[in-house]
């Protein structure tokens, strides 16, 4: 279970070094997830616990998000003159985002793939 | 006793509670979309901060515990990544053609829009990353001039739209492939848009996961380079 635990850390820890080290624009924690697929891929082996402890992770993603939003309480002056339009900007440019990106992916799909295509 | 509230196990289980009481509505609702959790549990829970006169830095402070996991979370992505790596190097054009199509079309339209209703160049920033994950967004939203605690609300607010269209939208598109339809919440909509796609079915979470990494990519990388252009 530790060693689980410390493999996410230390992946995370590599991830911010880097971070420091290269001015790359990414979050340490973006780049320990990279660093961690190259580990699993270097390292071959079962790893129960650490699928456990992700696993558990990313069934619990939304509350960790909940500090952040109510961050929303601090933003008084820009929702107030902005908050509209925001709403509106960031709804129509998810929903679009979504069905260009889906549309791409199934386009290029059945073009270079036209036999799984069928299949999916 | 007013020292209480400014105890971190004070808030850790105020959040908690809230959180836990939201989630169960959520889930007699069948995860209905209008009713995901964090858009139920942070009103309640500001309007909490407000009747307790409690500052958010305060709040912030004593939930930290919570906004930590979301580090190690985004690094365990790669284990899901990982165990479906045959499927995802057979489907890399696919993948790579829709990534760099959904991060244009994330920023283009949000700052689009925004700037059509003319609001200033800090606001802009703060609405260019909107696709990434919040500790991205944020870093990205400081480097073009942005104000990160806008970019993390704003990053947020798409992560909810997303979660609670997508599966309707796919429906009404008609389109069954779990993989697309993974791929595009999580680059639309990040971990929130992930989070969601594992609730549905776990081929889509993984994709999500891997959409929500690329796109942390794509997005940053692009914004940074067009940072450079001016």
New interface residues.
């Given amino acids: 279970m530790v060693g689980a635990?410390a493999l996410?850390?230390v992946?995370?820890l590599a991830?911010e070094i880097l971070h420091r080290l290269t001015g790359l624009?990414?979050?340490?924690?973006?780049i320990?997830?990279?660093l961690?697929?190259g580990w699993?891929?270097l390292v071959r082996r079962e790893?129960p616990t650490?699928?456990a402890?992700?696993?558990w992770?990313?069934?619990?993603?939304?509350?960790?998000?909940?500090?952040?939003?109510?961050?929303?309480?601090?933003?008084g002056e820009?929702l107030k003159d902005?908050g509209l339009?925001?709403?509106?900007?960031?709804?129509?440019?998810?929903?679009?985002?979504?069905?260009?990106?889906?549309l791409?992916?199934?386009l290029?799909?059945r073009w270079?793939?036209p036999d799984?295509e069928a299949e999916? | 006793m007013s020292g209480l509230l400014s105890t971190q196990i004070f808030w850790l289980a105020v959040?908690?509670v809230v959180?836990e009481a939201a989630?169960t509505i959520s889930r007699r609702s069948n995860r209905h979309p209008l009713a995901?959790?964090?858009l139920w549990?942070?009103p309640v829970?500001?309007g909490l901060?407000?009747l307790t006169e409690t500052r958010?830095d305060t709040?912030?402070s004593a939930?930290?515990p919570?906004?930590f996991?979301?580090?190690?979370?985004?690094?365990?992505?790669?284990?899901?990544?990982?165990a479906r790596r045959a499927l995802i190097r057979?489907?890399a054009?696919?993948?790579l053609?829709?990534?760099l199509?959904?991060a244009v079309?994330?920023i283009v339209?949000?700052v689009g829009?925004?700037w059509l209703?003319g609001?200033p160049a800090d606001?802009l920033a703060s609405?260019a990353p909107?696709?990434t994950?919040?500790?991205?967004a944020m870093?990205?939203a400081t480097?073009l001039g942005g104000?990160p605690?806008?970019a993390?609300?704003?990053v947020?607010?798409?992560?909810v739209?997303?979660a609670m269209?997508?599966t309707p939208?796919?429906n009404l598109?008609k389109?069954?492939?779990y993989?697309?339809?993974g791929?595009?919440?999580g680059?639309?909509?990040h971990?929130?848009g992930?989070?969601r796609a594992?609730q549905v079915d776990q081929t889509a979470?993984a994709f999500a996961?891997l959409?929500m990494?690329l796109n942390?990519?794509a997005t940053?990388?692009l914004?940074?380079l067009l940072a450079l252009l001016f």
Avoid: N
């Avoid at chain 1, 992770?57 to 929303?72: D, E, Q, Y």
């Avoid at chain 2, 996991?69 to 990982?82: C, D, E, K």
């Avoid at chain 2, 994950?133 to 991205?136: E, G, K, Q």
């Fill in positions: 635990i996410l850390f992946c995370q991830g624009p990414l979050p340490g924690a973006v320990g997830m990279m961690l697929v699993l891929a790893r650490l699928e402890v992700s696993g992770l990313t069934a619990h993603l939304s509350i960790m998000f909940v500090p952040a939003a109510v961050g929303l309480i601090e933003e820009a902005y339009a925001l709403v509106l900007a960031v709804t129509v440019s998810t929903l679009l985002t979504m069905v260009v990106t889906v791409v992916f199934r290029a799909l270079s793939k799984e999916a | 959040t908690l959180f989630d995901h959790p964090v549990a942070t829970l500001i901060l407000l958010y709040y912030y939930t930290y919570l906004s996991l979301l580090g190690p979370a985004v690094v365990g992505l790669a284990v899901p990544i990982w057979r489907l054009l696919p993948i053609l829709a990534l199509a959904g079309t994330a339209s949000a829009i925004m209703f609001a606001i609405v909107r696709a994950t919040t500790p991205v870093d990205v480097q104000v605690a806008l993390a609300v704003i947020l607010f798409a992560g739209i997303g269209t997508a939208l796919f598109m389109i069954r492939d993989r697309a339809r791929f595009a919440v680059v639309s909509s971990g929130f992930a989070a594992f979470g996961s959409g990494a942390a990519v940053s990388t914004l940074s």
